[in-house]
């Protein structure tokens, strides 16, 4: 790998805490985020945008109010701008996120679960 | 999985050819595609966006003009708008592309290779 190149495993052993997205890459305005998740988190939405989970490793639960989506590894789900979510994780998983720079992980709910990204 | 899911190796199982990448997701008006990639595509540059290369499987280089980039799975580069860059891979690398709507695949070089997104 060259230097420049972003190796996805490495970054995720940078970090252990859930719900802290950690900024790895950027492409135009856009962020790509790795996030490792367990629990439930809250309930949100993001208005102005849509936002897409990769699912890396585990297994993770996308709630919405009518439904479920479930994603294993290799497995993506774009929740579309102003649907309410709330991802959950029995165990753990590891999760690439796709939004544009600035969106907030609690959305417009805001609370103690509300994180600073970082970049690793 | 959810049935509105989208598993990433399932959609590449749909396709064989080389270089024609093909349209899995939107993501506001950013598009998630699928290629596979096998020995020299042509030398070309965006000059409106960057480019967003992921490796699923295999090994994928990315000549630029002053160095190569190489990536296996678990490993992405960001190609910065207007940087000449030539796709190469040896054997074969399934890569995940991220960039807006309508970036044509030869960039500003066009030619044979030049392909139109299919959605699948």
Not at 74 to 93: I, K, N, W
Not at 98 to 119: K, R
């Amino acid at each position: 790998m060259s230097e420049d190149a972003v190796d996805l495993n490495a970054k995720f052993d940078l970090f252990s805490e859930h719900w802290s997205p950690k900024l790895v890459a950027r492409l135009n305005d856009y962020e790509v985020k790795l996030v490792k998740v367990k629990g439930d988190f809250v309930w949100h939405s993001h208005e102005e945008t849509d936002e897409l989970f990769l699912v890396l490793d585990g297994r993770l639960t996308i709630q919405l109010r009518d439904r479920d989506v479930t994603l294993g590894p290799g497995q993506l789900f774009v929740v579309p701008r102003g649907v309410e979510h709330c991802p959950r994780s029995d165990t753990e998983a590891k999760v690439l996120l796709l939004e544009p720079a600035g969106v907030v992980n609690t959305g417009d709910t805001g609370g103690a679960l509300t994180a600073e990204v970082e970049q690793i």
